[in-house]
């Protein structure tokens, strides 16, 4: 599974931001998709996932700002951020949660970078 992120940028306190990620490959395998984030010298963390059954999650930080959304046709999933915080900020991946010969693995696109000024 290939993952290929766009969208990042800067944005303003309380902007709207989508990133977008298409997903290429062993389509057929992928189960969820989602996205991750790195602020500046911190872990990273999950924002959040959707399902092939359209179920989603999300951290507590971004319930009721992000929304994550799929366009199963295109295979591409978004990520739609509302209200942004300079907290925000930080460097954003998609992620495939996909079945492989040997169980299950998360695959990772490369990072988009998300600032947002205060």
């Known amino acids: 599974v290939q993952l290929q992120a766009s969208g990042g940028g800067l944005v303003q306190h309380g902007g709207p931001l989508r990133l977008s990620c298409a997903a290429s490959g062993s389509i057929g395998s992928i189960n969820a998709l989602g996205w991750y984030r790195q602020p500046p010298g911190k872990q990273r963390e999950l924002v959040g996932s959707?399902?092939?059954?359209?179920?989603?999650n999300y951290a507590d930080s971004v319930k009721g700002r992000f929304t994550i959304s799929r366009d199963y046709a295109k295979n591409v999933v978004y990520l739609q951020m509302n209200s942004l915080k300079p907290e925000d900020t930080a460097v954003f991946y998609c992620t495939a949660h996909a079945r492989t010969s040997t169980g299950w693995s998360l695959y990772w696109g490369q990072g988009t970078q998300v600032t947002v000024s205060s």
């Open positions: 959707v399902t092939n059954d359209g179920s989603s």
